[in-house]
Protein backbone atom coordinates (compact mmCIF):
# COMPACT_ATOMS: atom_id res chain seq x y z
CA UNK A 1 0.00 0.00 0.00
CA UNK A 2 1.08 3.74 -0.63
CA UNK A 3 1.55 5.71 2.46
CA UNK A 4 -1.24 8.43 2.16
CA UNK A 5 -2.23 11.14 4.85
CA UNK A 6 -6.05 11.82 5.18
CA UNK A 7 -8.23 13.42 6.76
CA UNK A 8 -11.01 13.09 9.12
CA UNK A 9 -12.72 16.22 7.79
CA UNK A 10 -12.64 14.19 4.45
CA UNK A 11 -13.70 10.57 5.60
CA UNK A 12 -17.70 10.83 4.34
CA UNK A 13 -19.79 8.50 2.79
CA UNK A 14 -19.42 8.44 -0.96
CA UNK A 15 -16.13 10.13 -0.48
CA UNK A 16 -12.36 8.98 -1.30
CA UNK A 17 -8.97 10.54 -0.56
CA UNK A 18 -5.75 11.05 -0.11
CA UNK A 19 -3.12 13.13 0.36
CA UNK A 20 -0.23 11.13 -1.31
CA UNK A 21 3.99 11.57 0.10
CA UNK A 22 7.22 10.85 -1.73
CA UNK A 23 6.92 7.55 -0.82
CA UNK A 24 5.45 4.11 -2.61
CA UNK A 25 6.75 4.81 -6.50
CA UNK A 26 9.36 3.81 -8.53
CA UNK A 27 11.16 7.17 -9.76
CA UNK A 28 14.90 7.62 -8.47
CA UNK A 29 16.91 10.32 -7.82
CA UNK A 30 15.79 13.93 -7.17
CA UNK A 31 12.21 12.37 -7.94
CA UNK A 32 12.47 9.46 -5.50
CA UNK A 33 9.98 8.32 -5.51
CA UNK A 34 6.47 8.85 -5.80
CA UNK A 35 6.28 11.93 -8.64
CA UNK A 36 3.22 12.95 -10.31
CA UNK A 37 4.72 15.74 -12.10
CA UNK A 38 3.95 15.29 -16.10
CA UNK A 39 6.09 18.43 -16.40
CA UNK A 40 8.89 17.61 -14.50
CA UNK A 41 11.99 16.06 -16.35
CA UNK A 42 11.50 12.75 -14.58
CA UNK A 43 11.29 9.66 -16.81
CA UNK A 44 7.64 9.72 -18.37
CA UNK A 45 7.19 5.80 -17.67
CA UNK A 46 8.22 6.51 -14.16
CA UNK A 47 5.33 9.01 -13.71
CA UNK A 48 2.64 7.00 -15.11
CA UNK A 49 3.23 4.20 -12.62
CA UNK A 50 3.57 6.66 -10.26
CA UNK A 51 -0.13 8.18 -10.88
CA UNK A 52 -1.19 4.65 -11.42
CA UNK A 53 -0.65 3.48 -7.89
CA UNK A 54 -1.83 6.76 -6.80
CA UNK A 55 -5.53 6.09 -9.26
CA UNK A 56 -5.83 2.43 -7.77
CA UNK A 57 -5.43 3.75 -4.10
CA UNK A 58 -8.49 5.89 -4.53
CA UNK A 59 -10.41 3.24 -6.44
CA UNK A 60 -10.88 4.92 -9.72
CA UNK A 61 -8.92 3.68 -13.13
CA UNK A 62 -5.61 5.37 -14.06
CA UNK A 63 -7.28 7.08 -17.31
CA UNK A 64 -10.09 8.96 -14.60
CA UNK A 65 -7.14 11.06 -12.67
CA UNK A 66 -7.62 13.92 -13.55
CA UNK A 67 -5.31 16.96 -13.27
CA UNK A 68 -5.34 20.63 -14.90
CA UNK A 69 -2.05 22.62 -16.18
CA UNK A 70 -1.65 24.52 -13.30
CA UNK A 71 -0.14 28.41 -13.55
CA UNK A 72 -0.84 30.01 -10.27
CA UNK A 73 -4.48 31.66 -11.51
CA UNK A 74 -7.77 32.19 -9.31
CA UNK A 75 -9.09 30.23 -12.18
CA UNK A 76 -11.50 26.39 -11.67
CA UNK A 77 -13.21 24.24 -14.18
CA UNK A 78 -15.88 21.83 -13.52
CA UNK A 79 -14.87 18.39 -14.51
CA UNK A 80 -16.89 15.60 -16.24
CA UNK A 81 -14.30 13.06 -17.14
CA UNK A 82 -10.76 12.73 -18.45
CA UNK A 83 -9.61 15.70 -20.54
CA UNK A 84 -10.12 14.91 -24.59
CA UNK A 85 -6.86 17.21 -25.65
CA UNK A 86 -3.88 18.91 -23.57
CA UNK A 87 -4.67 19.92 -20.13
CA UNK A 88 -6.21 23.01 -19.81
CA UNK A 89 -4.88 25.85 -17.94
CA UNK A 90 -6.40 26.37 -14.25
CA UNK A 91 -6.02 25.53 -10.82
CA UNK A 92 -9.19 24.54 -9.48
CA UNK A 93 -11.71 21.59 -10.31
CA UNK A 94 -14.93 20.34 -9.28
CA UNK A 95 -17.21 17.62 -9.88
CA UNK A 96 -20.43 15.54 -9.40
CA UNK A 97 -19.42 12.55 -11.37
CA UNK A 98 -18.59 9.53 -9.51
CA UNK A 99 -15.24 7.81 -10.53
CA UNK A 100 -13.21 10.70 -11.67
CA UNK A 101 -10.13 11.79 -9.39
CA UNK A 102 -9.44 15.50 -9.12
CA UNK A 103 -6.12 15.90 -8.31
CA UNK A 104 -4.02 18.81 -7.41
CA UNK A 105 -0.01 18.86 -7.85
CA UNK A 106 2.19 20.48 -5.02
CA UNK A 107 5.99 21.07 -3.83
CA UNK A 108 5.21 23.42 -0.90
CA UNK A 109 2.28 25.51 -2.39
CA UNK A 110 -1.14 24.71 -0.70
CA UNK A 111 -3.51 21.49 -1.63
CA UNK A 112 -6.87 21.82 -1.13
CA UNK A 113 -9.62 19.22 -1.35
CA UNK A 114 -13.46 19.71 -0.58
CA UNK A 115 -16.59 17.86 -0.35
CA UNK A 116 -20.21 18.38 0.60
CA UNK A 117 -20.87 14.89 0.73
CA UNK A 118 -24.45 15.27 1.00
CA UNK A 119 -24.65 16.88 -2.83
CA UNK A 120 -22.29 14.70 -4.16
CA UNK A 121 -20.02 17.68 -4.62
CA UNK A 122 -15.86 17.48 -4.60
CA UNK A 123 -13.59 19.69 -5.37
CA UNK A 124 -9.92 20.21 -5.24
CA UNK A 125 -7.38 23.37 -5.91
CA UNK A 126 -3.33 24.28 -6.16
CA UNK A 127 -2.95 27.34 -4.13
CA UNK A 128 -0.32 28.82 -3.53
CA UNK A 129 0.30 32.89 -2.45
CA UNK A 130 -0.45 34.15 -5.78
CA UNK A 131 -3.58 31.76 -6.37
CA UNK A 132 -5.12 32.11 -2.76
CA UNK A 133 -4.69 35.74 -3.10
CA UNK A 134 -6.47 36.09 -5.96
CA UNK A 135 -9.35 33.93 -5.38
CA UNK A 136 -8.90 29.96 -6.27
CA UNK A 137 -10.37 29.06 -2.86
CA UNK A 138 -13.24 31.07 -3.43
CA UNK A 139 -13.75 30.16 -7.22
CA UNK A 140 -13.56 26.67 -6.28
CA UNK A 141 -16.30 26.94 -3.96
CA UNK A 142 -18.51 28.88 -6.71
CA UNK A 143 -17.91 25.93 -8.90
CA UNK A 144 -19.08 23.58 -6.58
CA UNK A 145 -22.12 25.71 -5.34
CA UNK A 146 -23.28 25.48 -9.06
CA UNK A 147 -23.27 21.90 -9.49
CA UNK A 148 -25.61 21.72 -6.04
CA UNK A 149 -23.21 22.04 -3.10
CA UNK A 150 -23.48 24.18 0.06
CA UNK A 151 -20.68 25.89 0.92
CA UNK A 152 -21.64 25.57 4.83
CA UNK A 153 -21.77 22.00 4.22
CA UNK A 154 -18.30 21.88 2.90
CA UNK A 155 -15.69 20.42 4.45
CA UNK A 156 -12.04 21.86 3.48
CA UNK A 157 -9.14 20.18 3.93
CA UNK A 158 -5.43 22.18 3.33
CA UNK A 159 -2.65 19.19 2.90
CA UNK A 160 1.16 19.27 3.42
CA UNK A 161 2.29 22.78 2.46
CA UNK A 162 4.88 24.97 3.31
CA UNK A 163 5.29 26.24 6.90
CA UNK A 164 5.97 29.91 8.14
CA UNK A 165 8.83 28.58 9.65
CA UNK A 166 10.34 27.91 5.92
CA UNK A 167 8.60 30.75 3.84
CA UNK A 168 10.98 33.95 3.69
CA UNK A 169 9.73 36.83 1.85
CA UNK A 170 11.13 40.12 0.93
CA UNK A 171 9.32 43.83 1.03
CA UNK A 172 7.52 43.85 -1.50
CA UNK A 173 6.10 40.56 -1.02
CA UNK A 174 4.76 42.02 1.80
CA UNK A 175 3.76 45.36 0.75
CA UNK A 176 1.26 43.69 -1.94
CA UNK A 177 -0.54 41.95 0.86
CA UNK A 178 -0.76 44.80 3.31
CA UNK A 179 -1.65 46.99 0.01
CA UNK A 180 -4.63 44.72 -0.19
CA UNK A 181 -5.35 44.50 3.38
CA UNK A 182 -3.91 46.32 6.68
CA UNK A 183 -4.80 43.25 8.48
CA UNK A 184 -2.73 41.04 6.02
CA UNK A 185 0.12 41.81 8.61
CA UNK A 186 -1.16 39.04 11.29
CA UNK A 187 0.20 36.43 8.39
CA UNK A 188 3.95 38.19 8.41
CA UNK A 189 6.54 38.16 11.13
CA UNK A 190 9.88 39.37 10.85
CA UNK A 191 13.29 37.06 9.77
CA UNK A 192 16.91 37.31 10.86
CA UNK A 193 17.40 39.42 7.79
CA UNK A 194 16.57 43.11 7.52
CA UNK A 195 13.36 43.60 5.50
CA UNK A 196 12.33 40.19 5.31
CA UNK A 197 9.53 38.15 6.89
CA UNK A 198 7.96 34.99 7.24
CA UNK A 199 4.76 34.37 5.54
CA UNK A 200 2.14 31.87 7.02
CA UNK A 201 0.78 30.83 4.07
CA UNK A 202 -1.34 28.14 5.86
CA UNK A 203 -2.56 30.18 7.81
CA UNK A 204 -3.55 32.81 4.96
CA UNK A 205 -5.84 29.91 3.17
CA UNK A 206 -7.40 28.92 6.33
CA UNK A 207 -8.82 32.97 6.86
CA UNK A 208 -9.67 32.68 3.48
CA UNK A 209 -11.89 29.68 3.42
CA UNK A 210 -13.20 30.53 6.84
CA UNK A 211 -14.46 33.95 5.79
CA UNK A 212 -15.63 32.30 2.59
CA UNK A 213 -18.36 30.41 4.72
CA UNK A 214 -17.04 27.12 4.69
CA UNK A 215 -18.51 24.71 6.73
CA UNK A 216 -15.78 23.06 8.47
CA UNK A 217 -11.93 23.95 7.84
CA UNK A 218 -9.24 21.17 8.40
CA UNK A 219 -4.92 21.68 8.16
CA UNK A 220 -3.13 18.63 8.05
CA UNK A 221 -0.30 20.75 9.49
CA UNK A 222 2.41 19.10 7.62
CA UNK A 223 5.60 21.43 6.30
CA UNK A 224 7.22 20.06 2.82
CA UNK A 225 10.23 21.64 3.12
CA UNK A 226 10.86 20.81 7.04
CA UNK A 227 10.54 17.14 6.12
CA UNK A 228 12.50 15.50 2.99
CA UNK A 229 11.55 12.09 3.73
CA UNK A 230 7.92 12.53 2.78
CA UNK A 231 7.81 15.68 0.80
CA UNK A 232 9.10 17.11 -2.31
CA UNK A 233 10.26 20.90 -1.61
CA UNK A 234 10.31 23.49 -4.40
CA UNK A 235 12.03 25.74 -2.40
CA UNK A 236 14.37 23.09 -0.63
CA UNK A 237 15.85 22.32 -4.10
CA UNK A 238 16.02 25.92 -5.36
CA UNK A 239 18.43 26.09 -1.95
CA UNK A 240 20.33 23.37 -3.35
CA UNK A 241 20.83 24.08 -6.59
CA UNK A 242 18.81 20.95 -7.97
CA UNK A 243 17.89 20.41 -11.17
CA UNK A 244 14.23 19.43 -11.16
CA UNK A 245 11.94 18.41 -8.35
CA UNK A 246 9.41 16.11 -7.52
CA UNK A 247 5.44 16.78 -7.32
CA UNK A 248 3.29 15.52 -4.47
CA UNK A 249 -0.11 14.95 -5.20
CA UNK A 250 -3.66 15.28 -3.59
CA UNK A 251 -6.77 14.14 -4.92
CA UNK A 252 -10.35 13.41 -3.86
CA UNK A 253 -13.05 11.39 -5.65
CA UNK A 254 -16.90 10.49 -5.52
CA UNK A 255 -17.22 6.57 -5.18
CA UNK A 256 -20.99 7.47 -5.22
CA UNK A 257 -23.78 9.06 -5.07
Known sequence: ?????????????????????????????????????????????????????????????????????QVHSPDT???????????????????????????????DCGPVLFADAEAGVVGACH?????????????????????GARRARVSAVLGPTISAAAYEVGPEFVARFLDEDAGHGRFFRPSERE??????????????????????FENIGECTYADESRFYSYRRATHRGEPDYGRLVSAIALTSR
Do not use: C
Open 1 to 69: MIPTLRAPALDLPGVSHAFFTRQGGVSGGVFASLNGGQGSSDTAEHVVENRARMARTLGVEPSRLVTVH
Open 195 to 216: GHSYFDLPGFIGSRLRAAGVGR
Open 77 to 107: LVVEGPWSGERPRADGMATRTPGVALAVLSA
Open 127 to 147: AGWKGAFTGVLESTLAAMEGL
